[in-house]
C-alpha cells in the first residue's frame, strides 16, 4: 500500500501539491521545491504536459523523485494517446515503482504550445480508470493476462463548481464505479458551497478539496472568466485589490484566504490538494496558518 492510499485508508488529513515537470532535462529546480515539500505534504502530483504544454514525461519524473524519498503520483490524460499507449505507460509506471495514478481527460491541444497536434481522447475518465483497475487484476482492456498484475491506487478529478452539479455528481459517481479511490478537486474558494456539493452528492470516497492562492486580481478575474467551475467571490478580490502594489501584503492576504478556505472546509473534506502554480514555497505558511502540522519525524 502507497503512502498517499494507506493515509487516506487511516482517515489522516491528506494533503498532496501539485508540480509541473520541466520543458527541458534540468529537474534542478523541480526538486528543490520536492524536498521542500517533503514533509509537507503525503505525495506530489506530477503534471502531463500541463495545459497541452510539451513537457517532460511525469513518469520519469516520479521515478526520480521516488529515488528522493519523495511519493508522486502520475496524472495521465487521454489527450495524447490511445489505449494501447496508455496501458504500456502504465505497465512502465508500475516497473519505475510509481504506484499512484490520477487520470483526466486533459486540455485540447489546440490550446497548447503544440496547437496543429492531433487530438486522440480515445478513453474517457471513467475508462481510463477502468484500464488501471484491469491491469491491477492480472489483465489487459482486452482481457488477455498480464505476467503480473499491477498494484495501482487509482484517483480521478471532480468539479463542485460545475454549473451542472447533478451532471457533476452522475460523472463522479461513474468514476467511483469504474474505480476511482480519491478524488482531488478544481480550485475551492466558496467553503459553503463545497460542503454543499459534498452533502448533496454523499459519495463514499475521500476527496481532496483544489487549494490555488490567488496571486493577484488580474488572476481572479482571469480565473472567473476561463476556468469552469472558478467563483472566487468579490470581497476576496477587493481584499486583494485593497493592498495596491504591496506585494508582502498581497502574499499575506493570499495566504489568509487559502488558510481561512481550508479551516472552513473542515470535515467536508479528507484533506486539501494544493496547486500553488509557482508559489510553492507559500505552501508551508498557508498549512501552518490553517492549523495542518508539519509531517515531520
Same mark, same amino acid.
Given at each position: 500500500?502507497?503512502?498517499?492510499?494507506?493515509?487516506?485508508?487511516?482517515?489522516?488529513?491528506?494533503?498532496?501539491?501539485?508540480?509541473?515537470?520541466?520543458?527541458?532535462?534540468?529537474?534542478?529546480?523541480?526538486?528543490?521545491?520536492?524536498?521542500?515539500?517533503?514533509?509537507?505534504?503525503?505525495?506530489?502530483?506530477?503534471?502531463?504536459?500541463?495545459?497541452?504544454?510539451?513537457?517532460?514525461?511525469?513518469?520519469?519524473?516520479?521515478?526520480?523523485?521516488?529515488?528522493?524519498?519523495?511519493?508522486?503520483?502520475?496524472?495521465?490524460?487521454?489527450?495524447?494517446?490511445?489505449?494501447?499507449?496508455?496501458?504500456?505507460?502504465?505497465?512502465?509506471?508500475?516497473?519505475?515503482?510509481?504506484? %499512484?495514478?490520477?487520470?483526466? =481527460?486533459? *486540455?485540447? #491541444?489546440?490550446?497548447?504550445?503544440?496547437?496543429? !497536434?492531433?487530438?486522440?481522447? @480515445?478513453?474517457?475518465?471513467?475508462?481510463?480508470?477502468?484500464?488501471?483497475?484491469?491491469?491491477?487484476?492480472?489483465?489487459?482492456?482486452?482481457?488477455?493476462?498480464?505476467?503480473?498484475?499491477?498494484?495501482?491506487?487509482?484517483?480521478?478529478?471532480?468539479?463542485?463548481?460545475?454549473?451542472?452539479?447533478?451532471?457533476?455528481?452522475?460523472?463522479?459517481?461513474?468514476?467511483?464505479?469504474?474505480?476511482?479511490?480519491?478524488?482531488?478537486?478544481?480550485?475551492?474558494?466558496?467553503?459553503?458551497?463545497?460542503?454543499?456539493?459534498?452533502?448533496?452528492?454523499?459519495?463514499?470516497?475521500?476527496?481532496?478539496?483544489?487549494?490555488?492562492?490567488?496571486?493577484?486580481?488580474?488572476?481572479?478575474?482571469?480565473? %472567473?472568466?476561463?476556468?469552469? =467551475?472558478? *467563483?472566487? #467571490?468579490?470581497?476576496?478580490?477587493?481584499?486583494? !485589490?485593497?493592498?495596491?502594489? @504591496?506585494?508582502?501584503?498581497?502574499?499575506?492576504?493570499?495566504?489568509?484566504?487559502?488558510?481561512?478556505?481550508?479551516?472552513?472546509?473542515?470535515?467536508?473534506?479528507?484533506?486539501?490538494?494544493?496547486?500553488?502554480?509557482?508559489?510553492?514555497?507559500?505552501?508551508?505558511?498557508?498549512?501552518?496558518?490553517?492549523?495542518?502540522?508539519?509531517?515531520?519525524?
Amino acid at each position: 500500500m502507497t503512502k498517499l492510499a494507506s493515509a487516506l485508508e487511516q482517515g489522516e488529513f491528506v494533503v498532496t501539491s501539485e508540480l509541473t515537470p520541466p520543458k527541458g532535462t534540468d529537474l534542478s529546480g523541480l526538486f528543490a521545491k520536492a524536498e521542500m515539500l517533503k514533509t509537507w505534504v503525503t505525495a506530489v502530483n506530477l503534471t502531463e504536459s500541463h495545459a497541452a504544454r510539451m513537457a517532460m514525461d511525469p513518469i520519469a519524473v516520479g521515478h526520480l523523485l521516488l529515488d528522493r524519498g519523495i511519493e508522486p503520483i502520475v496524472q495521465m490524460t487521454s489527450r495524447d494517446k490511445n489505449r494501447i499507449a496508455i496501458q504500456a505507460g502504465m505497465l512502465g509506471a508500475a516497473a519505475l515503482g510509481i504506484r %499512484n495514478l490520477v487520470f483526466m =481527460g486533459g *486540455d485540447p #491541444p489546440s490550446n497548447g504550445d503544440h496547437p496543429d !497536434a492531433k487530438p486522440v481522447f @480515445d478513453l474517457f475518465a471513467s475508462q481510463l480508470l477502468e484500464a488501471a483497475c484491469t491491469l491491477n487484476s492480472g489483465r489487459d482492456l482486452m482481457g488477455n493476462s498480464l505476467n503480473a498484475p499491477t498494484q495501482f491506487c487509482v484517483g480521478a478529478v471532480m468539479n463542485p463548481g460545475a454549473r451542472d452539479k447533478p451532471a457533476e455528481i452522475d460523472n463522479t459517481r461513474r468514476k467511483i464505479d469504474a474505480g476511482a479511490t480519491f478524488f482531488q478537486t478544481q480550485a475551492i474558494y466558496d467553503a459553503g458551497a463545497f460542503i454543499d456539493f459534498m452533502t448533496q452528492a454523499r459519495l463514499d470516497r475521500p476527496v481532496l478539496a483544489g487549494i490555488i492562492p490567488v496571486k493577484s486580481v488580474k488572476m481572479a478575474r482571469y480565473m %472567473n472568466e476561463k476556468v469552469p =467551475g472558478i *467563483d472566487i #467571490p468579490e470581497e476576496m478580490i477587493k481584499r486583494i !485589490a485593497q493592498a495596491g502594489e @504591496d506585494k508582502q501584503k498581497i502574499v499575506d492576504i493570499s495566504i489568509d484566504i487559502a488558510a481561512s478556505t481550508i479551516r472552513k472546509i473542515g470535515d467536508a473534506s479528507a484533506g486539501v490538494h494544493i496547486m500553488a502554480i509557482g508559489w510553492e514555497e507559500k505552501i508551508p505558511a498557508i498549512l501552518e496558518a490553517a492549523g495542518v502540522a508539519n509531517q515531520a519525524p
